[in-house]
């Protein structure tokens, strides 16, 4: 079955920092997405991205964040500069766009952000 | 988009089998209910999908009544391994492209031994 992968599994950083935050979609899907959730807490959606633009965005997703498809395999989120509250687990997604979310619409396994 | 209802959480032995119910007064047409499963530190996992009356597959059975106000998710012969947080959605079904997933609280299934 294939997988959405992301890397790192876990990032630790400085308050203040830059992270990226790196996703690799299936192959044949259109549509991308990023989701968090902070510990204890239900998954939140931040940003929705096709044909190399942003298609819809939550509150959280503020100037701090973006995205961007650099080649024709990678997705990424960037915080420019992390705080405290930023530390929880990020999820990317994609989906095949074919209407139900039926095996079309798929997560990666996270990467757990932890600011210190 | 639908909103969901569903208990925060159960608890069910081994080997029992496990019905979550799922209330979502303001379905729409063109809505599918969707449900995922969420192991701590894991993304949210398809389990199963329908429109109407049930649906199975090889891990859960998903009961919609008539009027698609509520559904049932059914995990039979529970085991440890099934202890997650399970949730129910409602998103556009046919209308392709681009859908934002919702997801609420969820309920958290503890399978005791």
């Known amino acids: 079955e294939p997988e959405v992968t992301q890397t790192p599994s876990h990032q630790v950083t400085q308050m203040g920092q830059e992270v990226i935050l790196r996703c690799v979609p299936i192959?044949?899907?259109?549509?991308f997405y990023w989701y968090r959730q902070i510990l204890g807490q239900k998954v939140e959606f931040l940003v929705s991205?096709?044909?190399?633009?942003?298609?819809?965005k939550s509150e959280i997703f503020d100037d701090q964040f973006s995205v961007e498809r650099p080649d024709g395999s990678n997705f990424t989120l960037k915080i420019r500069s992390t705080k405290l509250e930023d530390s929880a687990m990020y999820f990317c997604a994609s989906s095949d766009g074919t209407g139900t979310v039926n095996y079309g619409y798929t997560f990666g396994s996270g990467t757990r952000l932890t600011v210190v | 988009l639908a909103k969901t209802t569903q208990p925060i959480s159960m608890d069910s032995y081994e080997g029992q089998e496990v019905n979550i119910t799922c209330s979502h007064n303001n379905i729409a047409t063109n809505d599918y209910i969707t449900w995922y499963q969420q192991f701590p530190s894991q993304g949210p996992r398809f389990i199963i999908q329908g429109y109407k009356t049930k649906v199975t597959n090889e891990v859960a059975s998903l009961f919609i009544p008539a009027d698609r106000k509520s559904s049932t998710l059914s995990l039979p012969r529970v085991s440890l391994s099934d202890t997650a947080v399970y949730y129910c959605?409602?998103?556009?079904?046919?209308?392709?492209?681009?859908?934002?997933?919702?997801f609420g609280t969820g309920t958290k299934l503890q399978v005791i031994p």
């Open positions: 192959s044949n899907h259109l549509y």
């Open positions: 991205f096709y044909n190399n633009e942003i298609s819809e």
């Open positions: 959605l409602v998103a556009f079904g046919d209308s392709g492209g681009y859908q934002k997933v919702t």
